[in-house]
């Protein structure tokens, strides 16, 4: 007898279908469920794994139920096709937050430790949702906000996406904070209540109390360890727990301290190196111990410290440990011996190759080193040489160490190599590849090779890339022996069954177009599935900064020879609108908004909208609150057509109206972008990036009142004209906003002619720009605490920057417009003067160069929303109109800036004084008594 559900099911009117595929039915299990979405992904899956009649109505269950497009399936073999009762999968949509956060826990800072991102399944969403409440609840109690309340609601928000989609919506009702007010101690006095509580307490500035935070507990409790670690306590231990008063909002700690014995360490025979020196390098404090084996192996260390110091046969012998009433004792004697440095280091019977990658450590007396013989040193260079004779293929290599000392008291060492004979492959050959992979391609990913150092431990690495040539062909489950005949190689390969790409289901891309994600896979249907191409894929999809998380797995199908694929997506947020104030010295004041949308119409385009109005226009009336007025629309396109490059366009507006000037420039640009290298998996990456662009711009300069006059027949006021412009960039930072390390530069050549613009005044020139910008750290000159979260003395930095430009004209009829040469002066150049101060008395340079070197402290490194930095700088200028000359008038100045740095971008406010002026420069753009700078961002 059939079970009760499938009598009930075949027998009940069946809700209305709402999908139907060639093969197979699907209806919805409640009325209000719409399943559009996910028949519309489905259908081809279903069609392709569902093979007959005859297949079990679990088994084409199961096979739903695998995509996760649907939470619960329900089949029945009915006629003429199988009838599958089916519910979608919920899927999150969005996530909103609600309720009073406090200043100082930012919405970002919740929404990070949400779960319950876009694209993520609700697979059981009452446990699911009270999870994330939950942990939630945790976070906020771990930051200090002590009896908040949580509550986390699914809102439905129909088929959506190949699923149910649901927005998450987040209430947060904050609990109350409050600050440490008492430490209370039991067990052994060696540490103050007070000093307790100043170790524990966190504070501003040490001044203005801030809330407890448990989540700091911990490394609090192991500070007051150290503290009584340092004054002759190794062992000591310190277990500590809060108390909480909510009507009081105040929190109150209780430590337990055990200290141990009190160790004493004494040391006899040390002429050249003093107790603390000796005892900062044992162990007894780092590892909490007092036994035996510590003392051992602080002797060991000691007398490590005394060859680093040129003692050579020195020894440091444990006469005695233990404990003596309420110490521990350790006593050590000290034989010295004399001092000698190492002035020969020699390496017999190892190829120079082999020499220069062991890297000694071990080296002679000289200018950039100290000869030191450290037994631990030798010793490590033995084996570095060992382990690079076998790299090379010396397979039975042994290093041995000789020393000899001259009669002065010189050191000469000899490492002696024996065991040279190379072993070389003698031979490769692949029995089984299938026809359509080629031998040569395989060899050429392989180092053990005929003729090749015969090196053991590259075994493993050719197999894994013998293994995924076949996997590059859809030969998932290959099997590879590597058989090892004498000094040959022998690989035997059993395909097994090539799988090929059938088609991809795409679940959680709300915006992300479906074909943006196939074209990145890299598959057509019917082609072999390579696997590695797949993770190139996830790889390529990542990159575009548009998805949070990227997951490809497959699914099971009837037909061995053909693999479906999940792809799940959680998108990122990628759109931002941004309403803009904004003040510079140069500017004045402007109002703008700004627009960006990283994903437009699912596609990963990048979409820049920036406006910035101060009405320096004049438009309807002439009041204005600024001086320039500027409107940009930028669009990227990623690797259009499968391009190896990216394309972006954009077109541009600006309008300067100043007391000397008015100019107006509009602009479009075509280019084609592409990133030659990307470092990975480094703490510092460099990148190489080039771009080759085609320019179109329309400028109108016009002088006004005691304006800049035009010194040369050839430069033009205004003028329309297109130019190409190749560009190469190098960045290596470690920051791309406030970098402390790094250089970064570009280079930049423009070549404009009238037949390049669609105008009948183009100019003809040519101009070369080339910047520079580098970021040395200096260390932390001081470093003050000033309670828990806070202190006074961060890193050092010296910023240096350079920019270099020229220009000129060619052919008959070239001329160069007034708006392409070059100036100096103002907010984000040579500070102390006017904006193109350079330009009242050079008009129509073509020659510049400009360097600045700033002194970076950052003295408050480490407040709740940035950094406050001083700096000092020196800005130079020097424009002209020929080679020789530019550099015969220096501008320069000097003086102090005040930042606070932000997660994006520093805010300054600078005072410069002309030291040094330019001839022809007059006071009116050069004051002697300097001028300020209000800026947003670094000029370099």
Known sequence: MPPWWLMWLAAAPAPEAVCETERVQLVAAEAEVELESVCEGIAAFLDDVFVTTATAASTLGRTLESTKLVRSATCILASPKPRCRVMPARIVESVSIEGGLPFALLEGDLRRRIFLRKGALLLDLDATLEKQAQRLEVYLEREGFFGSKVEVRAVRRGSLGMGDAYRIVVHVDIGWSGPLVGVRIEGDAVLGAREAEALLKHEVFGIFPHRFRPEDFDADLDRVTRRIRERGYPAARVRGSYELDPAAEKVRVLLKVESGLRLEVEITGNLSLDHEELYEVATFERTGALDLVEAEESAKLMRDLYQKEGFDQAEVKLVGSGREGDRFVVRYQVEEGPQRSVVSVQVEGAPPGVIESAALVTRADGALSTGRYVDAWVQRDVKSLERAMTAAGFKDSKVTVKRRVRDGGQIEVTFKVSGTEPRVVRGLSFVGLPAELDESSVRAHLTLVAGAPYVEAKLASD?????????????????????????????????????????????????????????????????????????????????????????????????????????SLKEADVQTLDLV????????????????????????????????????????????????????????????????????????????????????????????????????????????????????????????????????????????????????????????????????????????????????????????????????????????????????????????????????????????????????????????????????????????????????????????????????????????????????????????????????????????????????????????????????????
Not at 510 to 532: M, Y
Not at 853 to 873: C, H, I, N, S, T
Request: aromatic fraction near 10%; charged fraction near 20%.
């Open 581 to 940: 104030g904004s003040f510079t010295t140069d500017d004045l004041f402007a109002v703008g908004v700004d627009f960006r949308d990283r994903n437009l119409l699912g596609r990963a385009l990048r979409l820049d909208l920036s406006g910035r109005f101060a009405n320096a226009a004049e438009f309807a009336t002439e009041a204005r609150i600024g001086r320039a007025d500027r409107l940009a629309a930028v669009l990227g396109i990623p690797e259009p057509f499968g391009a190896p490059f990216d394309l972006e366009t954009g077109l541009s507006v600006e309008l300067e109206n100043r007391d000397v000037l008015f100019e107006r420039r509009l602009g479009g640009h075509l280019a084609l972008q592409r990133t030659f290298y990307r470092g990975q998996s480094c703490e510092i990456c460099p990148e190489l990036s080039g771009a080759f662009a085609y320019e179109l711009t329309d400028t109108v300069f016009e002088p006004r009142g005691d304006g800049p006059a035009i010194p040369r027949d050839d430069l033009a006021l205004s003028g329309n004209f297109g130019r190409f412009v190749p560009r190469l960039r190098f960045n290596w930072l470690d920051e791309p906003l406030d970098p402390l390390l790094g250089l970064k530069t570009e280079l930049r050549f423009e070549l404009a002619h009238r037949r390049f613009s669609p105008f009948s005044n183009g100019g003809q020139f040519w101009r070369f720009q080339s910047s520079l910008g580098g970021y040395v750290p200096l260390g932390r000159p001081i470093e003050i605490s000033v309670g828990r979260e806070s202190t006074v003395g961060g890193p050092l930095v010296l910023a240096l920057g350079a920019t270099f430009g020229t220009a000129g004209v060619y052919g008959a009829d070239g001329n160069l417009p007034l708006s392409e040469t070059y100036f100096y002066g103002g907010d984000q150049s040579v500070r102390g003067l006017s904006r193109r101060a350079s330009a009242a008395g050079k008009p129509g340079a073509t020659w510049v160069f400009v360097g600045s070197a700033e002194l970076r402290w950052y003295v408050l490194p480490d407040l709740p929303l940035g950094a406050l930095q001083l700096a000092g700088f020196v800005d130079v200028g020097f424009v002209s109109y020929a080679a020789a000359e530019l550099f015969g008038a220096p501008t320069l100045s000097a003086g102090p800036a005040l930042r606070w740095v932000t997660a994006v971008g520093p805010l300054s406010v600078a005072y410069g004084w002309p030291l040094i002026v330019d001839p022809a420069l007059d006071t009116d753009v050069a004051p002697p008594t300097g001028r300020l700078h209000v800026t947003f961002g670094y000029s370099f």
């Open 463 to 567: 197999h894994a890339e013998v293994l995924a040539s076949m996997a590059e062909l859809g030969y998932h489950q290959a099997e590879v022996e590597q058989i090892q005949d004498g000094d040959g190689l022998i690989y035997r390969v059993q395909p097994g069954v090539q799988r090929r790409f059938a088609g991809a289901l795409i679940r959680g891309g709300f915006r992300t177009h479906d074909s943006l994600v196939l074209r990145a896979l890299g598959h057509e249907p019917g082609e072999p599935l390579n696997l590695l191409e797949v993770s190139r894929g996830k790889r390529r999809l990542r990159r575009l900064g548009i998805l949070s998380s990227v997951e490809v797995e497959s699914l099971p199908s009837a037909d061995p020879e053909r693999t479906w694929l999940l792809v």
